[in-house]
């Protein structure tokens, strides 16, 4: 094994490291200076267990750079980005910004789940952050909440780029394993078929299902049955996800024809960090859906129960709020405009290609829930 980077090191002259940030089974990151323009970076540095043989050696090796070279083309705010690659010792540093952070799976740990707003804003900046690398070819493959970090102004990045493939390459690794986190790999993942965007956005929907529940949407035998290739059913519906649940409905479906497109994915996500739910309309929404699905296990239904507890708890939460602040109006008008002009159910779209009852219903369920918080508007404005 290499000896480990000593604190004070110099690397290529330029970057000083300073001190540990992390460190994982193969790998260190460092926080350093750069002398030559005087700022903080964080370095990556490949560590090499000793036990390696050579062809392993040299697939960690062009793993590394791999990383580097597919994280360096793109550029996006919820992306890390790569400033240089430095060689020394027979091994690649990758020289990127420093993001002061903590992982989405800190937080969950620490403070349990979030609030689904929260959750919502998440999924709309991570969603953006992938839609840049799938325009680019690029698939992540390892989409989870250790790997998504959230500073403290609120910036969402999702980083390591190290198992990500060009889009239509296989699932599986050079020998045939599968790669990635159990808990959070699509069932299509145990296949030995090409990946694409819609991979990504299964375990999109797993990691903000985790932050929303506080776990996965699968347990143990669960994963495990994804890995055998066994028949697999939908995974339960999120109980505290309120109107966030009929997006993580549509982002886990089993089938990858089904899922959400990531453009329909993100109206969606925008409509469910639109409302405040507090906690008296969350039991009486909880409640009605319960009753709901007593009667009926038509998604539809317990989508549109979301959404009238949704519709109740702006009600209670919303109207003074945007009667006295046209600042406020402006915005959340502005918001909802946009999400219906652009809501696609009629046009180009996953939805729009289909006539099963689970697309028909995700859609309506949608339309349901921008027709609720328009009345609203005009109770909040005219009301009282």
């Known amino acids: 094994m290499a000896d480990p980077a000593p604190e004070g090191r110099l690397l290529k002259g330029r970057y000083q490291l300073v001190s540990e940030i992390a460190r994982g089974g193969v790998g260190t990151v460092w926080r350093a200076v750069d002398l030559v323009i005087g700022r903080e970076v964080a370095v990556k540095e490949l560590r090499l267990p000793a036990d390696l043989s050579s062809s392993e050696r040299e697939a960690l090796l062009q793993r590394t750079t791999r990383e580097a070279r597919v994280a360096g083309r793109l550029t996006h705010p919820g992306l890390v980005a790569v400033l240089d690659v430095v060689d020394e010792d027979g091994r690649p540093w990758i020289v ?27 999924g709309l900046q991570l969603i953006d952050a992938l839609k840049v690398a799938h325009n680019e070819g690029i698939v992540h493959r390892d989409v989870k909440p250790d790997n998504v970090m959230i500073s403290r102004n609120g910036r969402v990045v999702l980083t390591d780029f190290g198992l990500a493939a060009w889009n239509g390459e296989s699932a599986l690794s050079a020998s045939g394993r599968i790669i990635g986190s ?25 990691t903000l299902y985790a932050a929303v529940e506080g776990h996965p ?168």
Do not use: C
Not at 269 to 289: D, F, N, Q, V
Not at 305 to 334: T, V
Not at 351 to 362: D, F, I, L, P, Q
């Open 96 to 122: 990127m910004e420093l993001v002061e952070a903590s992982t989405l799976e800190e937080i969950i740990k620490v403070g349990g789940p979030l609030p689904y707003q929260r959750v919502a804003e998440i």
């Open 182 to 206: 159990p808990a959070y790999i699509p069932p299509e993942r145990a296949k030995a078929g090409p990946v694409g965007p819609e991979s990504d956005l299964w375990s999109l929907g797993a």
């Open 217 to 384: 949407p699968y347990d143990r035998k669960g994963y495990i049955k994804i890995l055998r290739q066994e028949p697999l059913e939908e995974p339960a519906e999120a109980a505290k996800a309120g109107p966030l649940a009929p997006v993580l409905a549509g982002l886990l479906r089993v089938e990858p024809t089904e899922r959400l497109s990531a453009e329909n994915a993100t109206k969606m996500l925008r409509i469910a960090a639109l409302a405040p739910w507090p906690a008296s309309a969350l039991r009486g929404g909880s409640e009605a859906a319960e009753g709901a699905e007593e009667e009926s296990a038509d998604p539809l239904e317990t989508a549109r129960e979301h959404f009238k507890a949704g519709g109740r708890a702006l009600a209670e939460s919303i109207s003074d709020r945007l009667r006295n602040s046209p600042e406020a109006m402006n915005a959340f008008m502005s918001s909802l405009r946009e999400s219906t002009d652009n809501l696609g159910l009629t046009s180009s779209g996953k939805h729009a290609e289909g006539t099963s009852t689970a697309k028909v219903a995700v859609a309506a369920a949608v339309a349901l829930g921008v027709l609720v918080l328009l009345a609203l508007m005009m109770w909040a404005l005219l009301g009282r």
